[in-house]
């Protein structure tokens, strides 16, 4: 009996002590990171570092570091595309890139950016892994967790004659197995991405033959095992990049696509409540704001800590956009000393971008400083809106401030009320921004706007 007793309680002090040792649970991903380099339609933004840009409900994103990069590679060709993000096994991040700065899709190389971080307000360890000896490129890496294999699999666009998904596997990002073709469907194809929910492995690509992206699906994750379940999708004129995500509340799926036509960086977005389906539901681009200038990235789930370190680590935008309620891909800007509403993308990137300073007559509403042409207003004069600069009058001062309100057309978002006409509110009209008394459904969605990063 005493030793079944000892027994006993050994068993149990070692019960105790596991439970004590044992790694605490991961936090629920309440949040959203998106990993992305920057480009504009004529290049003012391009920036070939690693961007960062956080969001709450997964479809609207403030940007980091005032859109600057959080890095920037040291080795190489000292810049990046596509960056990937990837939270593995240990609840910590591995963030892998394209091995290219700027645009000559001519260059080849064998070669993989990579970073480690704890909770990314920081990154360290920063490397570049050889993925191949092959004469072609490395581009647009996307990795996974394959629990039959106890090894993450790599997987990136390279060509053996035609174009065709590469994988390499590993346990630490740094030495990989040999290469080994993943997926070739027949047809060429491009920037995969790769997300696993459940038993199931769902691969995202673009077929080169006919522009469009599509879904595919594996059991089992083994190269050469997925079936392609969703008929094609796009928007716009020429799409890439597909970008799957899955709602933290675990409701639904996005897909985003990055557009390089008939303008460069612009996002769009479907929704399905299935991802194993085939239906895709367009989404209206009041729902969604991508970061600005942002070219394809990818998405994480994040905790309510790391959401919020990222954002006392890096900082929200000194600057915000205005964005029209219906006319949803249009933006406030100023365009020779002229206010009005463009479509995005556009450059001067910079010109719609506003300092929402106290307001210049009364410090309870808001005035509008160009980023771009600081000391340059909005301001009113004969009812059009026009960037002036301040002459300190007590009638500019006036003309140039506003009273921010709920949305007339939606309470979620703005409208802004003129101060010395209070009867006006700031509107659009033939693209052309203005104060205006407000009476129909069509004036209320006119002065109606989002505030965003």
Not at 8 to 27: G, I, R, S, T
Not at 182 to 191: A, H, K, M, N
Not at 217 to 223: H, K, L, N, V
Request: aromatic residues 14%; contains cysteine.
């Amino acid at each position: 009996m005493n030793l079944r007793r000892r027994a006993l309680a050994l068993l149990a002090a070692l019960c105790a002590a596991l439970v004590v040792n044992a790694a605490p649970a991961a936090a629920a991903n309440t949040a959203y990171v998106f990993a992305y380099f920057t480009e504009s339609p004529n290049m003012n933004g391009a920036n070939y570092g690693l961007h960062l840009a956080v969001s709450q409900d997964g479809l609207n994103w403030t940007p980091l570091n005032q859109n600057n990069p959080v890095a920037t590679p040291t080795a190489g060709t000292l810049g990046l595309r596509d960056p990937f993000i990837l939270r593995k096994q240990d609840g910590t991040f591995v963030i892998l890139a394209t091995d290219l700065n700027g645009t000559d899709f001519s260059q080849n190389s064998q070669y993989l950016h990579v970073w480690d971080s704890t909770d990314l307000t920081s990154l360290t360890g920063y490397r570049r892994i050889r993925m191949h000896t092959l004469n072609t490129h490395t581009w647009a890496p996307t990795a996974f967790w394959d629990a039959s294999r106890g090894q993450y699999g790599i997987v990136y666009s390279a060509s053996n004659g035609t174009d065709v998904f590469m994988v390499n596997y590993t346990t630490d990002f740094r030495t990989v197995t040999g290469n080994q073709v993943y997926f070739s469907p027949g047809f060429p194809v491009l920037d995969g991405d790769i997300v696993v929910d459940g038993s199931t492995f769902y691969l995202y690509y673009k077929n080169l033959s006919n522009g469009l992206l599509y879904g595919a699906r594996s059991s089992t994750g083994a190269a050469n095992s997925y079936t392609t379940y969703t008929s094609g999708l796009r928007q716009g004129n020429a799409m890439e990049a597909p970008l799957l995500i899955k709602n933290n509340a675990g409701t639904g799926w996005w897909l985003w696509g990055d557009s390089f036509s008939p303008v460069n960086n612009d996002y769009y977005a479907w929704s399905s409540p299935n991802v194993g389906g085939n239906s895709w539901t367009v989404l209206d681009q009041r729902a969604y704001t991508p970061p600005l200038n942002a070219k394809h990235g990818s998405i994480a789930g994040i905790s309510a800590a790391e959401y919020s370190g990222l954002i006392s680590r890096w900082g929200t935008p000194a600057w915000t956009r205005l964005k029209s309620a219906n006319f949803p891909d249009r933006y406030v800007r100023h365009a020779d000393l002229v206010g009005r509403l463009d479509a995005y993308p556009f450059d001067p990137y910079q010109d719609q971008l506003w300092r929402m300073a106290p307001g210049l007559a009364d410090s309870a509403g808001v005035s509008f400083e160009s980023v771009n042409y600081p000391g340059r207003y909005l301001r009113h004069s004969n009812y059009a809106i026009r960037l002036d600069t301040n002459d300190n009058t007590a009638a500019f001062r006036a003309d140039a401030t506003f009273y921010r309100v709920a949305g007339l057309a939606d309470s979620g978002w703005s409208s802004f009320r003129s101060y010395n006409f209070p009867d006006r509110y700031l509107r659009h009209s033939g693209y052309l921004l203005r104060i205006d008394p407000i009476s129909t459904a069509t004036d209320r969605a006119d002065a109606t706007f989002r505030l965003t990063g």
